[in-house]
């Protein structure tokens, strides 16, 4: 795919083409879950590339701390999901929405905006957005993973978020903050016997023609065992979802107790899951090439190293992407679980 180059996060898709130093096409992996991030972002001069040809991040700051938040029920945060506003959004906040939540019970779907993805971030007045009672669709212990995507189709924000453990839901808005329930989209009824978590949701537009599919969902997927693998699903419109019964990756297959946090990214011809350990088997964010087709599973090791210091501390979890200005960007949860903070890293 071959776009024109954006400043402000205008597609959906992750997609890297080479030359000197990759080409970087933020499309279908930072967006296809709606981040209208820039495209044909390119780097020139010599850098080191991650597995797949994809660029290394460097840490850069950390873009919100629990600690400076008017909402912070927990004193922790998760699941950085960052979106362009621009030529989509009347009269946006900022050009970028990053929504993100606490985990701990209440949780809640929080937003910060800004006009640069560096930032700073403003935190959005009145978060929560989406709280755990909401009348009469649910009443839970907590919600919390939001995941946004920019549906072109629609003209919407359509926000996946779990809640409880075992739910993934979707609400869809015209402005990316006001936000109308929609229904239950994923549950641990729709997986195996035995299935006890369905959560950390993210959804991609991504073509399968041999399924009927637009579009695909990642998510993190437990059991009895007590062992997180990544499970997949294909739907036509982003409500209606069929369910692969087996794993796309499996935690034993690459050395881990538990991965989590799954990304989409595509790049040529191909398509690859990025997707976080747990700290006692790294606290790293490992890539497999799945194909453009989702038939292989190649397990290319480490795409991002996390830092043993403030603020990883040795772990990186629930990468999203965006380019701006032509420069790659990762946000990512940053800190051990339940104790973290939203980064932000810079390709070299």
Known sequence: MNEPQHDTAQHDTEQHHPRPFPRR??????????TALAVGATTGGTAAA????????????????????????????????????????????????????????????????????????????ANPMVTNDWQPHYKVSHVSSPHVLWNEDAKEMW?????????????????????????????????????????????????????????????????????????????????????????????GEVGAQNVGGPHLLTRGDSAYVVYNTDKASGGNILITEVGKDFSRRDHLGIFHDSMTGAPDNGRSASPSFGTENGVPYMMYEAGERLQGAIALARAK
């Open 159 to 251: 926000l996946y978020f779990h809640g409880e453990n075992t739910t993934t839901r979707l609400a869809r808005s015209k402005d990316g903050i006001h936000f109308t329930y929609d229904k239950v989209v994923l549950s641990t009824s729709m997986l195996p016997s035995g299935s006890t978590e369905t959560s950390y949701a993210r959804v991609f537009r991504h073509d399968l023609p041999s399924r009927g599919a637009r579009y695909v969902m990642l998510f993190m997927l437990n059991n009895t065992t007590n062992h997180r693998d990544i499970g997949w699903g294909w739907s036509p419109d982003g409500r209606n979802w069929t369910f692969d019964q087996t794993p796309l990756i499996r935690h």
């Open 50 to 125: 991650a597995p797949g040809g994809f660029p290394d991040y460097t840490y850069v700051k950390t873009v919100l701390k629990p600690g400076d938040l008017a909402y912070n029920p927990t004193g922790e945060i998760i699941f950085p999901c960052l979106r362009g506003t621009v030529g989509r959004i009347s009269g946006a906040l900022g050009r970028y929405y990053l929504y993100y939540a606490p985990h701990d019970a209440p949780g809640g779907i929080c937003l910060a905006y800004g006009d640069s993805i560096e930032g700073p971030f403003t935190e959005y007045a």
């Open 25 to 34: 096409v933020f499309l279908r992996g930072a967006a296809a879950t709606g």
